[in-house]
T-cell receptor, first 119, second 114 residues
Framework: AQKVTQAQTEISVVEKEDVTLDCVYE???????LFWYKQPPSGELVFLIR??????QNEISGRYSWNFQKSTSSFNFTITASQVVDSAVYFC????????????????FGTGTKLQVIP | DAGVTQSPTHLIKTRGQQVTLRCSPK?????VSWYQQALGQGPQFIFQ???????QRGNFPDRFSGHQFPNYSSELNVNALLLGDSALYLC?????????????FGPGTRLLVL
């Protein structure tokens, strides 16, 4: 069965500090997708990134960067020079395809990491 | 381009009642998934609809049912409400028959069962 673990429940940083959010996943499938979503206090989940299991290239988007390592089943998310607007709950998610999900997409979320950026 | 919309935004019900939540997918999307998010938890998958059929279901009882209409919009129905059904209900839509595509979420419906 697919599983996503976000061991960090809450993190507090001072503005302009860098912060890394950890994500470890488990899957039996060789084809899968990993996602990060941001959930501000309003409640709506905002999509940040999608990565497929065949693409281990790290990605950078502005102050955000992602490190995907299949060898350790990790997909970590780093925010550089954090800002107060980054305060939110961040979820890592896994989507399996193929033989173990009947060919249909099912997304499993971690329990989230609450990030508080202090001015 | 309108994103995923959900209605109502908030709802208060009493135990034993029934509730219907509604979702309109993002333009161009044909697949709708529903999630339940309890306070302090990650979203839990309820079920997914494509071509007006439920094609995958999470670990939820039959009290949870749904429907998808020809215009791809969807409803989530919950019968015989329990206190434990209080949660944020999120709808997500995706394209290309939902396989591997990114799911985009609506703002959610906050349900409180008293």
């Amino acid at each position: 069965a697919q599983k996503v673990t976000q061991a960090q429940t809450e993190i507090s940083v001072v503005e302009k500090e860098d912060v890394t959010l950890d994500c470890v996943y488990e899957t039996r499938d060789t084809t899968y997708y990993l996602f990060w979503y941001k959930q501000p206090p309003s409640g709506e989940l905002v999509f940040l990134i999608r990565r497929n299991s065949f693409d281990e290239q790290n990605e950078i988007s502005g102050r955000y960067s992602w490190n995907f390592q299949k060898s350790t089943s990790s997909f970590n998310f780093t925010i550089t020079a954090s800002q107060v607007v980054d305060s939110a709950v961040y979820f890592c998610a896994l989507s399996e395809l193929g033989r173990y999900s009947g060919g249909y997409q099912k997304v499993t979320f971690g329990t989230g990491t609450k990030l508080q950026v202090i001015p | 381009d309108a994103g995923v919309t959900q209605s109502p935004t908030h709802l208060i019900k009493t135990r034993g009642q029934q509730v219907t939540l509604r979702c309109s997918p993002k333009s161009g999307h044909d697949t709708v998934s529903w999630y339940q998010q309890a306070l302090g938890q990650g979203p839990q998958f309820i079920f997914q609809y494509y071509e007006e059929e439920e094609r995958q279901r999470g670990n939820f009882p039959d009290r949870f049912s749904g429907h998808q209409f020809p215009n791809y919009s969807s409803e989530l129905n919950v019968n015989a409400l329990l206190l434990g059904d209080s949660a944020l209900y999120l709808c997500a839509s995706s394209g290309y028959r939902g396989q591997g595509e990114t799911q985009y979420f609506g703002p959610g419906t906050r349900l409180l069962v008293l």
